[in-house]
C-alpha cells in the first residue's frame, strides 16, 4: 500500500503563508489530492491533481508536487482556515489518506 | 444539484452486522464510482472499498474478510454491510463520489458505535 506522511500540526499567524506537506513512500504522479475537515464536519475537496483548484475554492489556495514530494500551500492564512488537513492518492488501490495536520493560529 | 446522504443505525452491538445505506441525487450510479470512507473518533480518514459505475467492486484488504457494497440503481442507492463489528468499528462513515480524479462530494456522514 501506499503511505502517505503528513507533520501532526502546524501553527501559524494569521494573514502569513503556511505550507502543509505530503510525502508518499512511492510515486503517485500527479495523483494527489487536497481535503480540508472542519470540526463535525466532512472533508471538502480543496485541491485535485496536484495542482488544480477545486470550483468555489479561494484562489490563496494551491498545491504543488509530484512523485514522492506534494505541498499545499495558504497564502493568506485567514481564521477560517483553521481545520485538518488530509492528502490522499488515487495513483493505486487501495487509496490512502494521509494522517492528517491539525491547523492552529498562533 | 449533487447530493449523497448516509443513514443507517447508530448503535449497533458488538459481533452484530452494519448495514449502511447511502442515497444519492443529481448523478447516475452507472456514471460514477461511489466509495465509503470512515473516521474513528478524533482519528483520520481510512478508505473502505468502493462500487465502480460498471457494478465491480474493490475492498480494503484490511476489511474484505467482513465487507460487502451493493447498489440499487433504480433507487439511487448504494448499500454497506459489514459483519462481526468490533468496538474499534465505532466512527463517522461518509459515502462520496469520485469525480475527475478525486472524491468531489461527501455524504455528511453517519455515526455508528459499537457497543453493548
Known amino acids: 500500500d501506499t503511505v502517505l506522511t503528513q507533520s501532526p500540526a502546524l501553527a501559524v499567524s494569521l494573514g502569513q503563508r503556511v505550507t502543509i506537506s505530503c510525502r508518499t513512500n512511492k510515486s503517485v504522479s500527479t495523483y494527489m489530492h487536497w481535503y480540508q475537515q472542519k470540526s463535525g464536519q466532512q472533508p471538502k475537496l480543496l485541491i485535485y491533481s496536484a495542482s488544480n483548484l477545486e470550483s468555489g475554492v479561494p484562489s490563496r489556495f494551491s498545491g504543488s508536487g509530484s512523485g514522492t514530494d506534494f505541498t499545499l500551500t495558504i497564502d493568506p492564512v485567514e481564521a477560517d482556515d483553521i481545520a485538518n488537513y488530509y492528502c490522499q492518492q488515487s495513483n493505486e488501490v487501495p487509496l490512502t489518506f494521509g494522517s492528517g495536520t491539525k491547523l492552529e493560529i498562533k | 444539484q449533487v447530493q449523497l446522504k448516509e443513514s443507517g443505525p447508530g448503535l449497533v452491538q458488538p459481533s452484530q452486522t452494519l448495514s449502511l445505506t447511502c442515497t444519492v441525487s443529481?448523478?447516475?450510479?452507472?456514471?460514477?464510482?461511489v466509495h465509503w470512507v470512515r473516521q474513528p473518533p478524533g482519528k483520520g480518514l481510512e478508505w473502505m472499498g468502493v462500487i465502480w459505475s460498471g457494478e465491480n467492486t474493490y475492498y480494503n484488504s484490511a476489511l474484505k474478510p467482513r465487507l460487502s457494497i451493493s447498489r440499487d440503481t433504480s433507487k439511487s442507492q448504494v448499500f454497506l454491510t459489514m459483519n462481526s463489528l468490533q468496538t474499534e468499528d465505532t466512527g463517522i462513515y461518509y459515502c462520496?463520489?469520485?469525480?475527475?480524479?478525486?472524491?468531489?462530494?461527501w455524504g455528511q456522514g453517519v455515526m455508528v458505535a459499537v457497543s453493548s
Open positions: 462520496n463520489r469520485r469525480g475527475t480524479e478525486a472524491f468531489d462530494y
Open positions: 443529481g448523478f447516475s450510479l452507472t456514471s460514477y464510482n
